[in-house]
């Protein structure tokens, strides 16, 4: 039996998708959003999370790091997205998290039942139709530094304070905030703002 966390945060869909992988003899699917998935993973303890990259916090980045840690007996869940190709941010992200499927939320439900008994048996498995976001994500032009400062500048921060929390002087901080409007073709901090927070980059 393959024990499946289903994280999603529309109720709607999470729960009549979480309905029709219950009719799978071979599934145990538990569901839960993004913000109560913490709580429930070590009473669950999946062999597989499949999460919706899309996230209801302030800026849409999923906290898939809480997803992968080992549960009391010290095995990790495996990861498993569910993900559209225009937001090559995330599927950076999930990447970098270590995500082992990658769904494509355009493509048949089918897939994700694919998706996961692959994932649990611990294969790859992306849909093709995801290759032109990953190229995209390859291409993601800010440095993780320049990320910083435009992330704490999406909550509000002005130059002196991102200065203060990254410990950069003031010219130092305008000079990324340059780069990054440049290498985003923004009109402005707002714009580069919106542009990177649309990419999934924030």
């Known amino acids: 039996m393959i024990r499946v966390l289903l994280v999603h945060d529309e109720c709607l869909v999470r729960s009549v998708l979480a309905e029709w992988l219950r009719g799978e003899p071979d599934l145990a699917v538990y569901d839960t959003s993004w913000r109560g998935a913490p709580g429930v993973l070590p009473s669950v303890r999946p062999d597989v999370c499949a999460a919706d990259l899309e996230c209801a916090n302030s800026y849409g980045i999923p906290p898939l790091g809480e997803l992968c840690r080992p549960g009391p007996d010290r095995t990790r869940p495996r990861l498993l997205v569910l993900a559209t190709a225009n937001r090559p941010g995330l599927l950076k992200r999930a990447v970098e998290a270590g995500a082992l499927g990658y769904v ?9 039942l694919r998706g996961i008994r692959r994932v649990a048996e611990g294969e790859r498995f992306v849909n093709d139709s995801l290759g032109f976001g990953f190229l995209k ?8 530094r320049e990320l910083s400062v435009l992330s704490l500048a999406a909550e509000g921060a002005s130059i002196a304070e991102i200065a203060g929390s990254l410990h950069l002087s003031h010219g130092t901080v305008r000079n990324y905030m340059a780069a990054i409007t440049r290498k985003t073709g923004a009109r402005n901090r707002i714009d580069a703002i919106r542009i990177s927070q649309g990419q999934g980059w924030l």
């Open 137 to 144: 994500a390859a291409e993601m032009p800010l440095t993780r």
């Open 104 to 112: 494509d939320k355009e493509g048949s439900p089918q897939n994700l």
